[in-house]
C-alpha cells in the first residue's frame, strides 16, 4: 500500500510538471501525525517542522528552472507521512 501511494505522489506530482530528486538517509523510528496535526503544519516553517518531528529519514526536491509560477518545492518524507514545501513553507501534508 505505501509503495503504491509513494507511486501516485510521484505521478501526480509528474503530471503537475515537477521533478524531483531524492536524498534518503537511514530511516529512522518511524513517526506519526494526526489529521489535526498535519492541518496545522499549513505555513510553519522548515525550522518549525525539524524541531518537532526531527530530521526527515528522505528529502525529495524539485528539479529544473525555478519561476513565480513553478516554484522550488521539498518534499520531507517521514514514512507515515509527508510534508510538501514551496520554498521553506508546508503546503501540505499527506498522511498515509
Known sequence: MLVLLQ???YALMV????SLTGVHA????????TPSQATQLAGKGMQWVKA??????SIWYSEGKVKPQWPKIT????GTFA???EQKT???TVIR
Open 15 to 18: 503530471m503537475a510538471g515537477l
Open 90 to 92: 508546508v503546503l501540505h
Open 75 to 78: 518534499v520531507w518524507d517521514y
Open 7 to 9: 507511486r501516485c505522489s
Open 52 to 57: 518537532h518531528y526531527g530530521e526527515p529519514p
Open 26 to 33: 537511514n530511516p529512522a523510528s518511524a513517526k506519526t501525525i
Open 83 to 85: 510534508v510538501f514545501f
